[in-house]
């Protein structure tokens, strides 16, 4: 039976190849389509991420959902859009150390009040429509899951079997493995959308048509942008939106 992993931060397609340049753990719904390409047998996937952008996170539940063989997950770590691509399992189980989180959906956003009532409503939307797969998973109301979303709710393994999100327990025998869960604290490991743009910029930059040796032009560039822009990444600094416009949903 086939392990995929989805670790790290949940991306989207086109911000993937930046969260690789920075070493950065990720998972984006083309990793996961082209583990899943050709195949019909069951699958297992292993879950260790604290979540990312709704859209991706829900690109990722509808392939497994959409998939004909057996989907088995298995959950280290489920947080925020994680958690989601978690209900698409046939069986979901979960190690002893494990943790599931679900919350609000997330959004920047600037401009007048027309502004804000738009991305309070299009929250709102997105709060409900998540909700659907975890209500799908657990069979509890909706009402209930969209409190839990409320409030930020932490799950151990019992408390998730309780809810409903978990079917069984992990039981290891022998030589447990050793679980390393993302090392990203409380975070999602969200690489700030200016940083994206400004390395993607960099990126495709016209170089000069002279012979020298790209390899090591590449090298160097790269070591530069991973200096330029670290301090930025940590310290999650956003440039200030346009105004009347939001940003990827977060989850």
């Known amino acids: 039976m086939k392990k995929i992993k989805v670790h790290g931060t ?13 070493d950065m753990d990720s998972t984006s719904p083309k990793d996961i389509s082209d583990a899943l390409a050709g195949m019909t047998d069951d699958v297992v996937i292993e879950i260790n991420s604290y979540g990312g952008y709704v859209d991706a996170g829900n690109q990722i539940y509808s392939d497994l959902k959409n998939y ?38 997330s959004v920047g956003a600037q401009g007048d009040y027309h502004a804000m009532d738009v991305a309070s409503e299009a929250l709102q939307m997105t709060n409900s429509a998540i909700a659907n797969a975890y209500v799908a998973k657990s069979g509890i109301s909706k009402e209930e899951v969209l409190a839990l979303m409320d409030k930020e709710t932490w799950m151990d393994v ?29 975070t999602n490991g ?45 310290n999650n600094e956003e440039e200030e939106p346009k105004a009347n416009s939001f940003e990827r949903f977060l989850f």
């Open 10 to 22: 949940i991306v989207t397609n086109d911000n993937k190849w930046i969260y690789d340049l920075f």
């Open 158 to 186: 019992e408390k998730a079997m309780e809810y409903g999100f978990v079917d069984e327990v992990i039981e290891y025998t022998g030589n447990s493995p050793e679980l390393q869960l993302v090392a990203n604290g409380l």
């Open 190 to 234: 969200i690489i700030p959308q200016n940083v994206i743009e400004k390395v993607r910029n960099q990126k495709q930059s016209p170089v000069a048509d002279v012979k020298v040796d790209t390899d090591a032009i590449v090298d160097a560039i790269y070591e530069k942008l991973k200096a330029e822009f670290y301090v930025e990444i940590v």
């Open 68 to 105: 004909p063989g057996n989907v088995t997950v298995e959950v280290l770590m489920a947080g925020s859009a994680a958690s989601i691509i978690t209900m698409a399992g046939d069986k979901v189980r979960m190690a002893p150390i494990g943790r599931i989180m679900i919350h609000n959906a």
